[in-house]
């Protein structure tokens, strides 16, 4: 199974910052992984698809990067709205994992 | 507007069976793969289960082999999960997925989810 590393576990940032989480893949999966946003008490949301794209009306505010197999979501300006958990998941090949999440809290 | 309503959760005793349904709505259901997707107490996400569009086609993650059965009824745009033998680990919070039409295996569309608590 392909294992997804993410971090880190918890943040805790400022209002405008800039928030960077990351998710290291086990082997090469392409493009192939997308991240979720959990609200609390609310169901998971796609927020990035094809490590770069941006699902239908996700803020620009947020962005997803690649380098090799190190994946990358950014948050350029940090607002109330964003706090709650982030998961990295590989879309590459079945069992389709998640990692193990970031929860964002505000500073 | 895409909707999916997941039904059928709850307590039920360790060893039982439980079957989740999740109704579809606001999309051609026949033409996409889905997925169940569970959440246990406080802890992440752990992928479950897939079907492909036409149901020919299933997956399942190995701690539930042999004892999930995933289904869909096109007719009916319903997705199902059979919990056979369920076991504490089992209790979660059940999603209902849709993958989307480009990009198997990535989720655009999520239900609220169903509770089910296994206990004696």
């Known amino acids: 199974d392909i294992q997804m590393t993410q971090s880190p576990a918890s943040l805790s940032a400022s209002l405008e910052e800039i928030v960077t989480i990351t998710c290291q893949a086990s082997q090469d999966i392409g493009n192939w992984l997308a991240w979720y946003q959990q609200k609390p008490g609310k169901s998971p949301q796609l927020l990035i698809y094809d490590a770069t794209s941006l699902a239908d009306g996700v803020p620009s505010r947020f962005s997803g990067s690649r380098s090799g197999t190190q994946y990358s979501l950014k948050i350029s300006r940090l607002q109330v709205e964003d706090i709650g958990s982030y998961y990295c998941?590989?879309?590459?090949?079945?069992?389709?994992?998640f990692g193990a999440g970031t929860k964002l809290e505000l500073k | 507007e895409v909707q999916l309503v997941e039904s059928g959760g709850g307590l039920v005793q360790p060893g039982r069976s439980m079957k989740l349904s999740c109704a579809a709505s606001?999309?051609?259901?026949?033409?996409?793969?889905m997925a169940w997707v569970r959440q246990a107490p406080t802890k992440g996400l752990e992928w479950v289960a897939t079907i492909s569009y036409d149901g020919s086609s299933t997956y399942y993650r190995d701690s539930v082999k042999g004892r999930f059965t995933i289904s869909r009824d096109n007719a009916k745009s319903t997705l199902y999960l059979q919990m056979n033998s369920l076991r504490s680990e089992d209790t979660a919070t059940y999603y209902c997925?849709?993958?989307?039409?480009?990009?198997?295996?990535?989720?655009?569309?999520w239900g609220q989810g169903a509770s089910v608590t296994v206990s004696s």
């Open positions: 606001g999309f051609t259901f026949s033409n996409y793969g």
């Open positions: 998941q590989q879309a590459h090949s079945n069992p389709n994992t």
């Open positions: 997925t849709r993958f989307t039409s480009l990009y198997l295996g990535v989720m655009d569309a």
